[in-house]
């Protein structure tokens, strides 16, 4: 990546110069590493300001109904990509989570297979993606994997505690949800989440608005209809460039 090459770069010619005048290596090496160390930090994050700033200029279409034209400034952000590793895998991320919420399923997965692995959000999609197509044991397999980076959120536990239920393993079910309790045991959601598998009671989908709106960015077909009205009553009046679709943004964890 040119950050890296070129703070490299700069730390090749401070190690030569260090060399030529201290007369030995050691008196090069140091500035060498402190040069490689600031310069690449600072063009990190010279490069992370400008994805920031291009994300939030996607937004603001994405938030006035113009999707094409928030999607395409999306796009754009794949030449900082030349720059910086992982703002590929970011802006993958952002277009395979807009896909999702327009349920273009297909180009959802595209996008979220190419996207970091080691974000949760976007391996619960692919994991959702997996169940939709009835291939329960691989969307298991993808959530297992991604316990590294979601095991502090209680959502996390929640969809790979219902992909199990629905799959019809409530023994799996009922282990997921526990694992999660043992990271997470203040979460209330969780501990009533529990305590329906536990006792053989129905898991209505209902329950999981303890869990929104991060819930609904996976499974908006849970989504009770009263909020999908009022979703639409305040689209109503804006400029469409196409689908429209709730914001590609992670966040918002239940207590």
Avoid at 85 to 100: I, P, R
Avoid at 108 to 131: F, G
Avoid at 134 to 150: F, V, W
Wanted: proline letters at 3%; zero cysteines.
């Amino acid at each position: 990546m040119y950050n890296l090459a070129i703070a490299l770069g700069i730390a090749t010619v401070l190690f030569a110069l260090g060399t030529v005048v201290g007369g030995t290596w050691i008196a090069g090496f140091i500035p060498a590493l402190l040069a490689l160390v600031i310069a690449y930090f600072l063009l990190a994050r010279r490069t992370g300001r400008q994805l920031e700033t291009l994300l939030k200029t996607a937004m603001v279409e994405f938030e006035k109904g113009r999707v094409e034209k928030g999607r395409k400034i999306v796009e754009a952000g794949f030449e900082l990509g030349k720059w910086q590793f992982l703002v590929k895998e970011q802006l993958h991320a952002q277009l395979g989570a807009l896909a999702y919420m327009q349920r273009d399923y297909k180009g959802a997965r595209t996008h979220l297979a190419k996207a970091w692995s080691r974000h949760w959000q976007s391996q619960a999609m692919l994991a959702a993606l997996d169940h939709r197509d009835g291939k329960s044991t691989e969307a298991l397999a993808i959530m297992d994997k991604a316990k590294g980076s979601g095991k502090k959120d209680p959502t996390f536990w929640a969809l790979y505690t219902w992909l199990a239920y629905d799959s019809g393993d409530k023994d799996q079910a009922l282990k997921v949800v526990n694992e999660g309790l043992a990271k997470l045991e203040d979460s209330e959601a969780l501990k009533q989440l529990a305590d329906i598998i536990r006792n053989d009671k129905r898991l209505k989908t209902n329950f999981f608005r303890a869990f929104q709106p991060t819930w609904y960015q996976f499974f908006p077909e849970h989504m009770p209809r009263s909020m999908m009205m009022q979703m639409a009553a305040k689209q109503q009046g804006q400029q469409r460039g196409g689908k429209t679709f709730p914001q590609p943004r992670f966040g918002g964890k239940p207590r």
